[in-house]
């Protein structure tokens, strides 16, 4: 049987670049194989014959050709208005359709990739008049209204795996075209030279001896972007590992990307094109993370050699064992409330700004190609240049950052609501449906206008440093998190560690009342319970991918002490098996335990029961994927979630049988009182 050439169409409305970015794009691939270029408009029947063209298409060229064969079809004498001679398309390694109805429904399922291409009207309509003049200028209404009559039914956008935005000079560049190409899971094979392609790129780091305020860098080179994120490690004064460095970046450069994921689709955005992949999240992470072989420069500490920053987002339960969610939030809740923020989110970071807070300098990290080195080095030059202005770390603090407007919060449950729900947790347990559920709920609130998701941001930063503190900012929608849990890091060499929290005390004014509170909380026998649950959880979370007999407890129900809270703290260490699929270790560890509870899968579907609507970002995880193959990733607890002037809070706790309703209310309002406090509200009543 003859062997499928790869078949991509590229179709758009009429003048919007298509034949252009077909023919450059042909000449692209054929560097590497054999490629065959079909328009069609050379078999249009006439002025009339959209649908008769889309029709001939499909039997005369597309069906011939996914067979592995020649295309014999007849051609369309424009002049005579009137069929013409016969023509022979031959088959080839990648074959490309371009032209209006290229990738209408009937023809998508024999096409392995669609790009589609859009441009205002105006625009189209210039250059197509521009390239055939008078010819084509008396039938451009007549055949827009064609066009429009097939997409009203037809919505081939919103189906393309690639999306590209046309500007008037024309249509994206072809080389971001067939990366994005590249990028499909559906042609890794096919034009693995293309991914090939990018393994010349090359890490550069550099070091400047000098340490900004935190605050007084992001402002100056992060703040006025569209997206951006800063994993900052707030609580500096604290020795360890998670409070080394904080990174900041955004979706600039030539290298920049950014992606979002929602029920069951990836789109990825590079300047003005948009890729779309169809399938799991964590086999599009696979696919996007730790597949170029850039290793983290020796002297830069944590490890981390550029990647994908942002949030997973708790629905992605659902391709971990959970149940979809998405269609549970009750109506009377406010839009913010229901978790309608993409279920992940994140940049990719071609360079970036790191603080090392030991030593007390700056790095500063960017991905260089040997064909372009210069883009590298001038960012490089241009931010050590501004970093040179700021204000030190070391001097006098920076002005107390701007409290919000005030906010009255609301909660989704009342406190009798909660704590009728806290017994039917444990009607659950005493039934031996669970051993431990981490029971939620959510406080919003409506600002009486928008509110700077900065200054939001630094209010809580000043009021509870942490050591996976963040600020992301994806358009309107703005995480910001004062996490001190941290959900699993992996090093480049495959060291894994999870850090779960259970356990909660508010902290006192009184120093001998607040030690006091640490000898109750560490002498709990309910918390101690709780934590070794989603500890011995979290053991076999991780076992899945480790090496046999790595796993080790290295500590076990130790006590934090934080700006508004004491926690109780276990760590697990165990050891990547060689060859592991490290975005599937990832999945198999969310999510966190810490927020579910045990055993995991049958605690989420009671949960989902009781909570009666999704979670969105809270309880998920914020972090990194680095180059290397490193991540880190904390818990999203602690966390406002900002869109415009709504706000979402998420909080809840830990039930076991031997809870007392009433103090696990007590805790919610606990955990929620640093976040609250700092933006001058309370807890609802």
């Known amino acids: 049987m003859p062997a499928k050439p790869v078949l991509i169409a590229v179709d758009g409305r009429s003048g919007s670049g298509k034949t252009t970015l077909a023919v450059e794009l042909a000449a692209l691939l054929r560097v590497h194989r054999t490629v065959t270029l079909f328009h069609l408009e050379d078999i249009y029947p006439g002025w009339h014959g959209l649908s008769g063209g889309q029709r001939r298409y499909l039997e005369t060229v597309l069906r011939p050709l996914a067979a592995g064969q020649a295309a014999r079809w007849t051609a369309w004498d424009w002049t005579k208005d009137d069929d013409g001679a016969a023509r022979t398309t031959e088959s080839a390694d990648v074959v490309i359709l371009e032209g209006v109805g290229a990738a209408h429904a009937a023809a998508r399922g024999l096409l392995d990739a669609v790009v589609w291409l859009q441009a205002p009207s105006a625009d189209r309509r210039s250059r197509a008049l521009s390239r055939d003049g008078s010819t084509y200028e008396p039938f451009w209404d007549m055949w827009a209204a064609q066009e429009e009559a097939w997409l009203a039914g037809d919505d081939v956008a919103a189906a ?31 034009l693995a030279p293309e991914r090939a392609a990018r393994e010349g790129i090359r890490l550069v780091a550099e070091r400047v001896d000098a340490y900004p305020d935190a605050e007084a860098a992001y402002r100056r080179l992060y703040a006025g972007a569209v997206r951006s994120v800063w994993l900052d490690s707030s609580n500096v004064h604290e020795a360890a590992d998670r409070n080394r460095i904080s990174i900041m970046a955004d979706d600039g450069g030539s290298f920049g990307q950014w992606a979002e994921h929602r029920n069951g689709i990836t789109l990825v955005n590079r300047h003005n094109t948009t890729e779309r992949i169809g399938g799991g999240f964590f086999r599009w992470l696979d696919s996007a993370w730790a597949h170029r072989p850039i290793t983290a420069a020796g002297d830069v500490p944590g490890g981390f050699a550029l990647g994908w920053l942002g949030y997973l987002g708790y629905e992605l339960k659902r391709e971990t ?111 031996g449906n669970t051993y431990e559920a981490c029971l939620t709920t959510q406080l919003h609130a409506t600002a009486a206008e928008p509110l700077d998701p900065l200054e939001t941001y630094l209010a ?32 480049a060499d495959g060291a894994l560690r999870a850090e779960p929290i ?39 979370d991780l076992s899945h991918f480790a090496v046999p007999g790595s796993l080790q407890v290295s500590r076990l129900c130790a006590i934090e002490s934080y700006a508004t809270v004491h ?63 490193a991540a880190d990733l904390s818990v999203v607890i602690r966390t406002l979630v900002m869109d415009g002037n709504w706000l979402s809070l998420g909080v809840g706790g830990a039930i076991t049988a031997d809870s007392v309703p009433d103090d696990e209310w007590d805790e919610v309002r606990a955990k ?13 009543d």
């Open 567 to 629: 926690q109780m703290v276990s760590t697990i260490d165990a050891q990547l098996l060689p060859g592991a699929v490290r975005a599937e270790a990832v999945a198999a560890a969310f999510p966190a335990g810490s927020m579910t509870g045990a055993p995991k899968i049958s605690t989420m579907d009671i949960l989902d029961r009781l909570e009666t609507g999704p979670r969105g970002v809270y309880s998920g995880a914020v972090g990194y994927f680095s180059l290397d193959g």
């Open 160 to 190: 393309a795996d690639i999306v590209v935005e046309s500007g008037p000079a024309g249509s994206a560049a072809p080389e971001q075209v067939l990366l994005a190409l590249a990028s499909l899971p559906a042609l890794e094979h096919a």
């Open 321 to 431: 064992g959970g149940k979809d969610t998405g269609a549970l939030a009750p109506d009377s809740l406010p839009r913010g409330a229901h978790g309608n923020a993409p279920d992940a989110a994140l940049v990719f970071a071609g360079r970036a700004v790191l603080l090392d807070h030991v030593r007390r300098c700056t790095w500063l990290l960017a991905l260089a190609r040997p064909s372009h080195p210069e883009e590298a080095a001038e960012w490089i030059a241009g931010t050590a240049a501004v970093i040179g202005t700021l204000p030190s770390a070391s001097g006098p603090p920076p002005e107390p950052a701007r409290r919000p407007a005030s906010l009255i919060f609301q909660s989704r449950d009342s406190r009798e609501a909660y704590l009728a729900k806290i017994r039917e947790a444990q009607a659950e347990i005493s039934e």
């Open 502 to 540: 259970k356990g909660t005390r508010r902290r006192l004014a009184d120093p001998d009342a607040d030690a006091a509170v640490v000898r109750e909380l560490a002498g709990s026998a309910k918390d101690r319970a709780e934590n070794i649950m989603i500890v011995d959880l979290l053991r076999n």
């Open 460 to 491: 809580l930063r000043r009021r509870n440093p942490a050591p996976f503190a963040s600020l992301l900012r994806f358009g309107t929608l703005t995480v910001a998190s004062t996490s001190p849990e941290r959900f699993l890091s992996m090093a």
């Open 672 to 684: 929620a009182y640093g976040v609250l406090s700092a933006l001058g509200a309370v807890f609802p």
